[in-house]
């Protein structure tokens, strides 16, 4: 089960910022972690490499959702005969 | 702790320390590409491919700092997942063996190493020696940032416009035909043309070949069984040729009366779009002086002077049936099928290329085939970004950024204002178009050479320079002339050079590319470029922060501060002239959205850079929506579509020439070319491109896949003039102008063929150097050389010899 550690840039615009927010609490995948300004720490942990990536496509949508900068991807207990 | 839960805190632990500023400034200025994955312990990360004007996006493949895959983008519109041979093999153009990879001067007649720090004394003390005699020569290829870091240098900074770009050999005619219709730059249609035209004319160019991805395009439609018809109008039968319902063979500069023929018949058949005409169009006719605005005439006047444009006396001119020119004409005078029109370099390099263009232009707002998808005359570029960083950035001699001109006093002040310099910093005078240039760098300095230094960047003018032997060569011979050369390989032109500085190349820096159809691309620097490589922008910076510290006015603003100085109001000055600190911030980012300023006032707007950061391009004007989103365009002066076109109205060309919302339709007369066969020269000359090279060759020779499918250039004969020379496949024979002569094999019946008395060579070849023969006679507007036509002669070289 892949575990992606990942930054977001939100936009400065205070209400796409809190919808942001909101979709981004509703994800039982997702853990929100610190926020410093307008960049927000989140770690994600889906259930095959091909989820994580939809999940970190999905992100970049978000409205209030600017940049998305990935840190660290683990995968040390993915099976890579799964598909991705 | 369990390890799930060990690997989460680090995890979270890993993203928040990446919320600390340094971490933050290092990786948006690296990587903060959303699109960012990892397979495989390859990563994986979006870039537009390298090499055309059609802007394919790819995905790179990168693992232990080298590029090791590359895949064609699904989810990119422009190209869907598919790409070229050539951009299949797009990263190994990073790894030939022979890379620059250090300063050279030379010495001698020898090219030294020497450091960095004194390359870049030895270029500022070339400006300093006279500002107004150092030129840069720059490209399509360069990158958005770049062109706008040359551009800023020079016309900022140095106060003179002697920048011009390679792109004037290319596209400089488009623009002007551009400007003269629309009194605005760039198609107002996109690729999506391509998806819904029930008619696909293709005028003077070889798609099949030279935009394959967007011909594949429309192969596909008719493979899943929609009728495209494919109308094929060149000077020899191509690749393109194979795919076409009809082809047009007309002598060389004839395509002038073609147009004009299809006018006649709309008119004589009282087919043209009357409403459409009357509502939304004027007229123009060549003005005495000749300028590129011309004179208003009436359409009685305009009707007039098409009439002698018969069938019969076209075809007499062009050599195509009169048959085929009325077929044209009722294709045209068809409203409801789609016609799409696109061109290159057939109507481009042409001494009436201008014309060429505007009569292209005219034929489809005369018929009415404009505005609708699908309906549309569109010119596509070659280079990647000849439009968005020639054409947008404006890095021609006469231009300034998003489509100013330096001869008009409100865009000067602009660029001023944008760039913080005091007034009167740039200057009126329009510096010298590409011809000239090298001509006066060529000429000695007692008789008005007065231009004493090149710096040329991303590209490579001894050999794509017409008539290079009087271009170039005689430079080298003039001890005062001193020839810079940013490049990635060793070239025709860094062999001839002075200093040579080597370049970082592709994704081996941030970049920003814009393609045919105004999409602005951006990628993020994925591996390191090899030994003392470095960006071309970063040389640019460096340059101009050497002549700030030798206390050059024109480095700083009307504040005091580094022209190119970031850090912003009271913040620390970021030493980004100092390469260990380049990648400190993006600086691309601050380029581009310093650059995006000037977009407005010609309604070429630019969203902010993070856009581009989430998007596979954005198709300019594009416009922030009130819900915040950036909304892009797709077909400019519709009223569907556009968003300055006011509520209501149909249609508006709001840069209009005419100053009424009404774009240009000329009327140009037939006019022989300066040089035409003879007795002496009995041929027509063509030079051209393949599939599988690039230009000149210089990233395409080296891929070994590319190279061994076409290994060197040729001259392509038709059977019958081979035949009556005694002229075997593969004989070398020795081709003539009156500038050169040069030795190559004959290819009868091969990919191209050329009617009897045309000779077609491509240039990519720097063994086999075939601008040593062609003609560097040129547009009287866009300065444009003709590359397609000049006389020949080809002669039997001895068996033995």
Redesign the interface.
Known sequence: ?P?????L?L?A?PE?RCRALAALSTDPRI?L??Q?GD?L???T?TTT?GE??DL??S??EI?GV????????????VD?GEA? | MD??AF??D???????????PAT?AA??AR??????????GVTWDKAPCRFCGTGCHVQVGVKNGRVVAIAGDANAEVNKGLLCVKGYHVGLALYGKDRLTRPLLRRNGKLEPITWDEALEIVARRVLRDPKGFAIYGSGQWTIPEGYAANKLMKGGLSSNQIDPNARLCMASAVTGYLATYGVDEPAGCYDDLDRCDVLVVWGNNPAEMHPVLFSRVMDRRSRGEKVILIDIGTRRTRTSAFADHVLTFKPNSDLALANGIMHLLLERDAHAKDFVARHCAFRADSSPPTLDGKAITFEEFRRSLAPYTPEHVSQLSGVPAAEIERLASLFSNRDLRITSIWCMGPNQHTSGTAMNTLLHAVHLLSGHFGRPGDAPTSLTGQPSACGTVREVGTLAHALPGGGVVTNAQHRKQAEEIWGVPAGRVSAKPGYHTVELWRRFSTPTERGGDIHTIWVQVTNPAQSLPNVDALVTPSRKLPDKFLIVSDVYPTATTRIADLVLPSALWVEKNGMFGNSERRTQQWFKMVDPPGQARDDAWQLIAVARRLHDKGFAGMRDARGRFLFSVGGEGQPERPIWDWAHYYDVNVDEHLFDEYRRFTRHKHKDLAPY?EY??ARGLRWPVVQQP???WRETKFRFSGFDDPYVAKGKEFDFYHSTSKDGRAQIWFRPYAPPPESPDQEYPFWLCTGRVLEHWHTGTLTIRIPQLRRSVPQAYVELNREDARRLGIQNGEIVRLETRRGALDLPAWIDGRGQPPPGSLFVPFFDERLLVNQLTLDAHDPFSKQPDYKKCAARVVRRNKHG
Do not use: C, N
Not at chain 2, 10 to 20: E, G, I, N, P, V
Not at chain 2, 31 to 36: A, F, I, K, T, V
């Open positions: 089960m575990i992606s550690g990942l930054v840039t936009v615009a796409l853990t972690g610190e410093r960049r720490a989140l770690v942990e490499l994580s990536r970190a496509e992100l970049i409205d600017a940049l998305l900068e990935v840190v660290t991807v683990d995968f040390s207990d890579f991705a | 390890r799930r690997l989460r680090a995890a979270m632990a890993a993203a928040t320390l990446a919320l600390s933050a990786s948006s990587r903060g590409s959303p699109y960012l994955r990892v397979v495989d993070a950061v989430k819900d915040g989103r």
